[in-house]
T-cell receptor
Framework: EAQVTQNPRYLITVTGKKLTVTCSQN?????MSWYRQDPGLGLRQIYY???????DKGDVPEGYKVSRKEKRNFPLILESPSPNQTSLYFC????????????FGPGTRLTVL | KNEVEQSPQNLTAQEGEFITINCSYS?????LHWLQQHPGGGIVSLFM???GKKKHGRLIATINIQEKHSSLHITASHPRDSAVYIC????????????FGAGTQVVVTP
């Protein structure tokens, strides 16, 4: 089954404790991206990657890091999480050929205390 | 100012009614997405458009590139259509980016 998976689905952590949210896709997609969703602010793009070793900032990259060492994986790293990073996070992927549909992961609900 | 504007913000309809959600954007785009998000959070892609019109079941999406406007129509609405519908655009000057509208909360009552 074609899918984007994220782990963990739920996470409660404390300020300053480094964490990684994993994202993996099984569709051989070149493009992957991370978004956060907040009440009243909607969805906003954090980082995206057009292919292995190619990443670029979205609209709200501050406080986040990403890496794309393999085509299928695109982890989101919070080196020193803060309470303002409490949010619902989505990973997504799509192919680059023509107009490709975007597939979203199930979301990760992160709470930083 | 958000470059992607959706209207209405909220919409309540009775089962069977025809629903229209509008999306206007201010930048040149290569594609526009319509997304659906049910309570509980998962996001599903409904349509991706670069021109014209697409239909899938009771859902129809149209786009007018010259007017920078898209509409999502739901015919014969059903309570299971209750969800947030989100418009998102891919700017032509930044191919990897995706800019989102604020979403339209749709409630369909039996």
């Amino acid at each position: 089954e074609a899918q984007v998976t994220q782990n963990p689905r739920y996470l409660i952590t404390v300020t300053g404790k480094k964490l990684t949210v994993t994202c993996s896709q099984n569709m051989n997609h070149e493009y992957m991206s991370w978004y956060r969703q907040d009440p009243g602010l909607g969805l906003r793009q954090i980082y995206y990657s057009m292919n292995v070793e190619v990443t670029d900032k979205g609209d709200v990259p501050e406080g986040y890091k990403v890496s794309r060492k393999e085509k299928r994986n695109f982890p989101l790293i919070l080196e020193s999480p803060s309470p303002n990073q409490t949010s619902l996070y989505f990973c997504a992927s799509r192919g680059l050929a023509g107009l490709s549909e975007q597939f979203f992961g199930p979301g990760t609900r992160l709470t930083v205390l | 100012k958000n470059e992607v504007e959706q209207s209405p913000q909220n919409l309540t309809a009775q089962e069977g009614e025809f629903i229209t959600i509008n999306c206007s954007y201010s930048v040149g785009i290569s594609a526009l997405h319509w997304l659906q998000q049910h309570p509980g959070g998962g996001i599903v892609s409904l349509f991706m458009l670069s021109s014209g019109k697409k239909k899938h079941g009771r859902l129809i999406a149209t786009i007018n590139i010259q007017e920078k406007h898209s509409s999502l129509h739901i015919t014969a609405s059903h309570p299971r259509d209750s969800a947030v519908y989100i418009c998102a655009v891919r700017p032509t000057d930044s191919w990897g980016k995706l800019q989102f509208g604020a979403g339209t909360q749709v409630v369909v009552t039996p």
